[in-house]
């Protein structure tokens, strides 16, 4: 799978994205709509991290998917 194909089916990645980062609104992931660096700021902002940190949270989690 390649982010664009996430970006296809964000309505059935958010419930993973959710599980992920609890900490994420439904507003938040729902403003997403898919965008990876979107994706990344909002984890920056919600747990206090690096921009590298949210980049490499997201690199893992994109690859269990």
């Not at 997403?32 to 920056?44: F, M, P, T, W």
Request: proline share 0%.
């Amino acid at each position: 799978m390649n982010w664009d194909q996430i970006e296809g089916r964000w309505k059935q990645v958010r419930g993973k994205v959710k599980n992920e980062w609890g900490r994420l609104t439904d507003d938040d992931v729902g403003a997403v709509d898919g965008q990876r660096d979107k994706l990344v700021g909002l984890i920056q902002e919600a747990y206090g991290v690096e921009r590298e940190e949210a980049d490499r949270q997201v690199r893992n989690w994109f690859s269990r998917l």
